[in-house]
């Protein structure tokens, strides 16, 4: 396998003849993906051909006297011990090891034994650290050919001849966060020359395992399951609205007064840092969505699994976190939350297709696509920050004065990105470095901004008095979505009933109806006792003359609509009724749920 030579346009450079490192690893092998790289090749696809989204540019500095030759040799080293970065990623379907993933292709993970990388070499006229970042961010400007590709590309920065830092760009198929400062470690040992013994796992052994009988995750899939049925099916299932151009919208802060707040309430609470920005993230999102349970997947980094401790390449996966935010204060929101954070990131390494079919039989049962399209991401190494301010909390004049410090600045636009709002935590270790991204069709780009300032007031203010939860939006300087007539609480969902009916309406090509009742209560006006659930009435034709034929139309026209939900109950009537109140009194063909068990239902064994 080899990879072309890099080239650069960075102000300072000048292009010195590029030099060719030769590498021979210990094995190569080809394997179905693992269920990290599942997750970013999941991803991946979502992007046009060439998108460097999933791209990261990182720099390691070269200290010491060591010369060119002695860096280039490390290099060769780092990609021979890690089979990631000797890593291709192929749609084969007749490969050995091929699987079809939750991605519905058949991709494989080929490892090169050997081959060749050409290394850009550079002299800087000044600040070579300086000029390895914006080199390494040139090499990170082109999306990887995942299958003809390396997923590295580096260069070495000189100064006066003796290299100062290697640029690098590297695909998140190949490496995490955990993997980079794994690499971090190693490099000036390799520099230096040292014989580092070779890693005990990788991912070729993580598929292995993964593919075992019986697979592992089989708790995790019980809580993706428990968590599925007690979330909202969508945390924005209001009216869409026009979007921004670029479609997705990133904000970001660096307020050092929120990380001691964040540490202030974390010890008073016998909770972590990241379980406090976890439940903060969840409960502006709540008060800006007007729910009382958010749901959001939670990044797991799973290294706390045997041997995924020391394995260089992604093994991060989705966690689902379902916390109540109806009643009570941010206080008593803390202690529950952390529980759901700690339980999610226990479960977050499952097989995805399992968890896709879970998934998809809850969205059946429920009658909509569930949209689960909000996430939280704490980057930070061990989840905890290192030097903050030595400012004392409970000093409300000290905090505020550290507030002046705060930093708010716009990051980027993007034209797609796989989520509805994606909150984040940055590496900085002396500040809460924060992000937020929003989808512009279903809230305003300044909410992003105004989100940062709200978590910012919100840890701030919980320090020195009680907040209510029901008061988190205004404090945070948040305005909740209207939902306009004709939207209805049905359980955990919000629904747009004149909308569920036209689409029952189209769906059926004849009269019906959608009505709102509580069952036992005889009179379908929604006033009795239970739950409220969606009846609907319609007249049966050929081909939608059964409960379980209209419920997988219904649901086939609503896929990907977040104002719909499929009725609990059908009514199959002969004719339409004289008038619109009259379709209860209706002589029935047939009526049930429609709910007929699904293949998702099949393959988890219900």
């Not at 394997?31 to 991946?44: C, D, E, V």
């Not at 003796?162 to 980079?180: F, Q």
Request: charged letters at 20%; a negative charge; one cysteine or more.
């Amino acid at each position: 396998m080899t990879a072309g030579p890099p080239t650069a346009q960075v102000t300072g450079l000048t292009a010195l003849p590029p030099r060719t490192v030769e590498f021979r690893g210990a094995r190569g092998g080809q394997a179905a993906l693992t269920w990290g790289q599942r997750g970013i090749w999941r991803s991946t696809q979502w992007l046009d051909d060439g998108d460097p989204y999933f791209n990261l540019a990182w720099t390691l500095p070269v200290t010491g006297t060591a010369g060119l030759d002695a860096v280039l040799r490390a290099v060769g080293r780092l990609i021979e011990r890690h089979e990631t970065l000797r890593t291709a990623f192929v749609r084969d379907g007749e490969g050995a090891g091929a699987t079809t993933g939750d991605t519905g292709d058949t991709t494989v993970q080929r490892v090169s034994r050997e081959g060749r990388l050409t290394v850009g070499v550079y002299e800087a006229a000044a600040k070579p650290m300086s000029a390895a970042k914006a080199l390494a961010a040139e090499l990170a400007a082109t999306g990887f050919d995942y299958a003809a590709e390396l997923p590295i590309r580096c260069a070495v920065v000189c100064q006066r001849g003796r290299p100062r830092a290697l640029a690098l760009a590297l695909s998140h198929l190949a490496l995490d966060g955990w993997s980079l400062n794994m690499v971090a470690a190693e490099w000036p040992r390799l520099v230096a020359g040292e014989d580092l013994p070779g890693p005990d796992w990788q991912p070729l052994d993580q598929a292995a395992f993964e593919q075992s009988d019986p697979p592992p995750g089989g708790q995790a899939l019980r809580h993706w399951r428990t968590g599925l049925a007690s979330a909202p099916r969508s945390m924005f299932d209001f009216p869409v609205r026009e979007p921004e151009e670029p479609r997705f919208v990133r904000h970001g802060m660096d307020s050092p007064a929120a990380a001691v707040a964040a540490e202030a309430l974390a010890a008073r609470h016998g909770v972590t840092t990241s379980s406090v920005l976890t439940v903060a993230s969840a409960a502006l999102l709540a008060a800006v969505t007007g729910h009382p349970t958010a749901a959001m997947q939670l990044i797991v980094s799973n290294r706390h699994h045997p041997g995924m401790e020391a394995m260089a390449g992604p093994a991060a996966q989705d966690g689902l976190c379902v916390i109540d935010l109806g009643n009570g204060t941010f206080a008593e929101a803390l202690r529950h939350g952390h529980r759901k954070t700690m339980a999610t990131y226990r479960n977050g390494h499952y097989d995805p297709a399992l968890v896709l079919a879970a998934w998809e039989a809850e969205a059946w049962d429920r009658g909509a696509d569930i949209d689960l399209d909000a996430f939280f991401n704490d980057v930070r190494q061990a989840g905890r920050w290192q030097g903050l301010p030595q400012v004392d909390p409970g000093d409300a004049a000290a905090l505020a004065a550290l507030r002046g410090r705060t930093r708010t600045f716009f990051v980027g636009a993007y034209p797609a990105v796989k989520a509805r709002i994606f909150f984040a935590t940055g590496p900085a270790p002396s500040s809460c470095e924060f992000y937020v991204l929003v989808d512009t069709a279903f809230l305003p780009g300044a909410v992003a901004e105004r989100m940062l300032a709200g978590l910012e007031e919100l840890l701030v203010r919980a320090v020195s008095e009680e907040v209510p939860l029901d008061q988190v939006a205004k404090i945070a300087g948040l305005d909740p979505v209207r939902r306009p007539a004709g939207w209805t609480a049905i359980g955990h969902d919000w629904v747009s009933l004149p909308e569920t009916e036209a689409l029952l309406r189209r769906v059926c090509g004849a009269e019906a109806a959608v009505v709102a009742e509580n069952p036992g209560d005889g009179t379908g006006d929604g006033t009795g006792g239970g739950a409220a659930r969606l009846t609907g009435y319609l007249v049966a034709r050929p081909g939608l003359d059964t409960p379980d034929a209209v419920h997988t139309a219904f649901m086939r026209a609503a896929a990907g609509r977040t104002d719909v939900l499929a009725p609990h109950h059908y009514v199959l009537c002969p004719e339409p009724p004289a008038g619109p109140a009259d379709w209860p009194a209706c002589p029935r063909l047939i009526e049930g749920d429609g709910r007929a068990p699904s293949s998702a239902m099949t393959l988890l064994g219900r």
